[in-house]
C-alpha cells in the first residue's frame, strides 16, 4: 500500500478540542443566551458536554458534529432561514475569539514539516466550516503545509458520508486509496471507508478512547506525533 496524501481531521487530531473549545462555547453560549456559567453549560451539555469529566462525550455534535447539527440543538423549533443565520452567528460572529484561544496538541509545524519532507500532500477534513478552519489554521502560522481544507460547507454531505476523501482526491489528483484519513472521532473512520481512502489512522488525542475507535481503525496512535514513524513502517 502507497499512501501519497494525508486527510486529517481538524478538533481532537490537531487542535486540543476540550481546552479549545470548552471554554469558547461557554463563554458564546453566556453571551448569546444572555446567560451564567451554569446557564452555558446546561446548553453545552445537550450537545455532548460532560461537565463532571470536563469534556465533551465521543461521538458528539460538540466532540465532532457540524454547525448546522448543533443549531439543530440549541434552537430546534426556528425554520431554515432562521437557522442559516444563527450557523452564520456560530461560525463567523465569534471568530476573534476562537483564533485567540486556539490551543494546538503539541508543535504542529515540525511534524507537518516531516510529513511533507517525505513527500505526502496534506489536507484537512473538518465538520467545521471551510472559512473558520482555514482562519484558525492561518491564526496557528501551520495553513502553508495544506493543500486545502475541506469542510460541512464544501462538501454535498458533511463526515461520515465518504465526500471528503473523494474531495481531496479529486483536489490532489490522487485515488482515494492513496489518502490515509486520520482523525480522533468514529464518524472520521467512517469517513474514510465510506470515501474509499487506502488507511485509516485513529489517534486517541481526542475525546474517543482506545475502545471507542480502535475496532474501526487499521491503526490507532496515541497522536500524530507517531505518525511519521508508522508511514514508514508501512
Known sequence: ??????????????????????????????????????????LMAKAGYDKAAERFRAGS???????????GVLWPEIGDEAAAQKVHLLDRGYTHLVNDRLIQLMPLAPILSELRAMGLK?????????????????????MEHFEDIIAADTVPVPKPSGDMIKSFAAITGLPPSAIAMVGDNHHDMEEARNGGAGLAVAVLSGNAAHADIAHLADHTLDSIAELPALLRSL
Request: proline fraction near 1%; hydrophobic fraction near 50%.
Open 1 to 42: 500500500m502507497t499512501i501519497r496524501a494525508i486527510l486529517f481531521d481538524k478538533d481532537g487530531t490537531l487542535i486540543d478540542v476540550n481546552a479549545t473549545w470548552i471554554p469558547i462555547y461557554r463563554e458564546m453560549f453566556m453571551d448569546i443566551f444572555a446567560t451564567d456559567i451554569a446557564g452555558a453549560e446546561a
Open 122 to 142: 496534506l489536507g484537512i477534513g473538518t465538520n467545521d466550516n471551510h472559512l473558520s478552519a482555514i482562519a484558525q489554521m492561518t491564526a496557528l502560522g501551520v
Open 61 to 71: 455534535i460538540l466532540a465532532g458534529g457540524t454547525t448546522r447539527q448543533l443549531v
